[in-house]
Structure formats: structure tokens, C-alpha cells
């Protein structure tokens, strides 16, 4: 995956709170009709099967995390990301163009359906943060908080998809991340979100809304390499077969079933179901990536989920 090294970035849609210090964490309430979000199965699955931990609390620095007497702010992503070329030498810069390409398809779509899109920031923080769902901390995962209309996350998240949930990893993995909590925001923003309750289960509200979130993610992917952004230049140029292997690799580790089997009690409980098991996030973000159509994404008018 490569970005258009001409091509212009837009940091106001990023709000980096990194060094700022985001209080005390906890628990990111559940409201509005049951939010959906990647990262939240990893805090809720562990906890309740008395799992491990997911916070990078070793001491280590790893991949988004701040240096000893570090601190970041907007303006330093101001100064350091303009173009693509500093997407391709600079990892914050790279999440800025996701963002950005993401929020560009997004603004088309709904454009093209006589629709207005509302852009959502992406906040980034550093350990734990406070939103308008609650106050959470890096073990919650990404996740989008629709009480506010933004998107959260801790950037070492994506170190410890490789480390502790032994994902490939790599730029479009990444960027498929994001894509899913901006699918969220999408639903937020058409009302889907509020027409789901809170259960769980193989065939929960919970469980459709996280797969058409996937299904979301796969059809900006599709359309990633044609989207212009602001400057009417696409802001990634190329996406590879090996990128779209390493997307799905990520899907597939964080299914319900694999987490509950290899990072909870090693049983698998149905009926404790949110997110979707492996396949099924692996088969609805593969559905939107070959469709490109976000028509194609819906998990609520199907009986068969995969």
C-alpha cells in the first residue's frame, strides 16, 4: 500500500491528545442503541472470561506510544504531514491519509445519495481518555463513541495486533481498523445504530451491526486507489493482493471464536457473541472489498451471516 506522494493531507481531521493525559479510565458506556467497535470485544471478552490484559503497561514503547518527556500535539502533525511522501516515511502521517481517504469515500457516497456526510475527528491518545460515552483506557481498543461523533484510538492498538494477537499487520491492516470504526459512524449517521439493542448472540443486533461495519470497511478499500481526495488526487495509489490478505488476517483474529478460544478460558460461548466469529468478519469485509457497494452490506436482511 503506497500513497500519492503529491497528494495534500488534512490534519483538522485528527485531534491528537497524546501528552495531554486523558485521567482516570474505566468502562466506555454502552448507550444509543449498542455501540459497536473493534476494540471493545477485546476488553469485554477478557474481562468477563478472566483473561489477560491488552494495555501496553510493560514499559516498552512501542508503535504510537510517546517517548519519556515526549509530547504531541495538533501542530506537530501540522508541521510533519502534508503530502503523501510524508504518509510513506511517517507512521502518524500514514493514519492521518486513512482517515482522510476513508472520510473522502464517505463524503462521495453520501453525496451520490443525495446525502450530506458529517466528518467525525479522530482523537488519539496515549493510555486513557476521556469521551462522551465515559472515560476509557488503551485496553478498550479502537472504538467509535456516537454520544460525541468521534473515533478513539490508542495508535500502540496496533502493535498488539501483531504482538499479543499475532496478526500480520501492516498499512492496509491498519487502515481497515479505522475503516470499521468509521463504518459505525456511518451507521450513526444513516440511524442503524439506533434501531439495535443490546443482546448478544450468533445473530444479535450486536453481531450485524460489527459485520456490516466490516462490510462498510471492504467497500472503501475497494474504492481507495480512485477516491480523490481534497486536492483531487487519490491519496493511495496502489493497494496489493498481499494487503488485502493481511486485512483479512486482522478480521480473522478478532472474531469472537478466536478470542475466547486462545486469549479467554479456551471455550467458546455462543451466546456471548458480539462481534461475529472469524469468518464471518473475514467474509463481510471480503463482500464489500469485491462489491464496493455499500447495498451489498446488509447483514440486518440476512438470515445466513456466514
Not at 462481534?275 to 471480503?286: D, M, P, V
Amino acid at each position: 500500500m503506497r500513497f500519492d506522494d503529491n497528494a495534500e493531507l488534512d490534519t483538522s481531521e485528527v485531534s491528537d491528545l497524546r501528552g495531554e493525559g486523558g485521567g482516570i479510565g474505566g468502562r466506555v458506556a454502552l448507550g444509543g442503541g449498542g455501540l459497536g467497535v473493534v476494540g471493545l470485544i477485546i476488553y469485554f471478552v477478557l474481562s468477563q472470561l478472566g483473561g489477560i490484559s491488552t494495555g501496553g503497561s510493560s514499559g516498552s514503547v512501542g508503535l504510537g506510544q510517546l517517548q519519556s518527556g515526549q509530547q504531541i500535539t495538533n501542530s506537530t502533525l501540522a508541521d510533519e504531514c502534508h503530502t503523501g511522501a510524508d504518509a510513506n516515511r511517517n507512521h502518524d502521517c500514514a493514519v492521518v491519509a486513512y482517515i482522510n481517504s476513508i472520510q473522502d469515500y464517505w463524503t462521495d457516497q453520501f453525496a451520490r445519495s443525495g446525502q450530506t456526510y458529517r466528518k467525525a475527528t479522530t482523537n488519539f491518545f496515549s493510555g486513557s481518555v476521556r469521551t462522551g460515552c465515559g472515560s476509557a483506557t488503551s485496553d478498550t481498543g479502537p472504538f467509535y463513541c456516537p454520544a460525541d461523533g468521534k473515533v478513539y484510538i490508542d495508535l500502540s492498538f496496533y502493535q498488539e495486533l501483531q504482538s499479543r494477537f499475532g496478526a500480520e499487520g501492516g498499512p492496509f491492516a491498519e487502515a481497515y481498523v479505522l475503516a470499521h470504526e468509521y463504518g459505525h459512524h456511518v451507521q450513526d449517521l444513516l440511524g442503524t445504530s439506533d434501531r439495535v439493542g443490546s443482546g448478544t448472540g450468533p445473530t444479535s443486533g450486536s453481531v450485524r451491526l460489527e459485520l456490516q461495519a466490516d462490510c462498510y470497511a471492504g467497500v472503501w478499500g475497494n474504492h481507495a486507489t480512485t477516491t480523490p481526495s481534497s486536492s483531487g488526487r487519490p491519496l493511495i495509489t496502489d493497494i496489493t493482493q498481499d494487503d488485502i490478505n493481511r486485512a483479512l488476517d486482522t478480521a480473522s483474529r478478532i472474531g469472537d471464536d478466536y478470542i475466547q478460544k486462545n486469549l479467554g478460558s479456551g471455550k467458546i460461548d455462543t451466546s456471548q457473541f458480539t462481534h461475529g466469529t472469524s469468518a464471518q468478519r473475514e467474509k463481510w469485509f471480503n463482500t464489500g472489498f469485491t462489491t464496493g457497494d455499500p447495498a451489498r452490506c446488509d447483514t440486518f436482511g440476512t438470515s445466513n451471516l456466514g
